[in-house]
């Protein structure tokens, strides 16, 4: 199985400030299509998962441009260029390439 | 506007059965993968199986292989999941989801459901 290891853990942030989210993969995750297949999703307090960002870098439809992610291999990042309030919750990365799909353990963000 | 929702949850006791339904709308059902993910009770998510469009590929994570098996009615636009023997280990929130699989289609779990409680306790 791939193993997904994200840091920090959790975050806190001063609103307007750039935030920095980290992920790793045990495997690296380029698929034929020359994408690479990671995931982010956000998980806001008592809501289900929603997804922000998808192979690699493209945001999903509705996603705040204040979102970006980056990366290629084994390495990826999300960042948030100015924290808003409505940002906090639980930040995962996830890899589609191969079942079973993995997640990471999860970055809890919130607002200082 | 995509409407993924779940139910049949519930208490059920160690070694029981539950089947979790997830009704879909507002989009060609068919035509993507559906998911289960899950969350225990204070942790993070995890991939339980998946169903390509027609229903004639599956997959499972390892913990359920033999106990879970899931599938879908294309007519109905429902997504199922039959759990049997089922563990305290499998007490969590499920939600459906969905995904493009075919090729160069790939856009992520674009839209998750509400989710539906399973606990699984004597």
């Known amino acids: 199985d791939i193993v997904m290891t994200q840091s920090p853990l959790s975050l806190s942030v001063t609103p307007g400030e750039p935030a920095s989210i980290s992920c790793r993969s045990s495997?690296?995750?380029?698929?034929?299509?020359?994408?690479?297949?990671l995931d982010w999703y956000l998980q806001k307090p008592g809501q289900s998962p929603q997804l922000l960002i998808y192979l690699g870098s493209n945001r999903a439809s509705g996603v705040p441009d204040r979102f970006s992610g980056s990366g290629s291999g084994t390495d990826f990042t999300l960042k948030i260029s100015r924290v808003e309030a409505e940002d906090v919750g639980v930040y995962y990365c996830m890899q589609p390439l191969q079942t079973p799909f993995t997640f990471g353990p999860g970055t809890r963000v919130d607002i200082k | 506007d995509v409407q993924l929702l779940e139910s049949g949850g519930g208490l059920v006791q160690p070694g029981g059965s539950l089947r979790l339904s997830c009704a879909a709308s507002g989009f060609t059902f068919s035509s993507y993968v559906m998911t289960w993910v899950r969350q225990a009770p204070g942790k993070g998510l995890e991939w339980v199986s998946s169903i390509s469009g027609s229903g004639g590929a599956t997959y499972y994570r390892d913990s359920v292989k033999g106990r879970f098996t899931i599938s879908r009615d294309n007519s109905k636009n429902t997504l199922y999941l039959q759990m049997n023997s089922l563990r305290a280990e499998d007490t969590a929130v499920y939600y459906c989801?969905?995904?493009?699989?075919?090729?160069?289609?790939?856009?992520?779990?674009?839209?998750w459901g509400q989710g539906t409680r399973v606990t699984v306790s004597s």
């Open positions: 989801a969905t995904y493009c699989g075919a090729d160069n289609c790939y856009s992520g779990f674009d839209s």
């Open positions: 495997q690296s995750l380029p698929h034929s299509s020359g994408y690479n297949y």
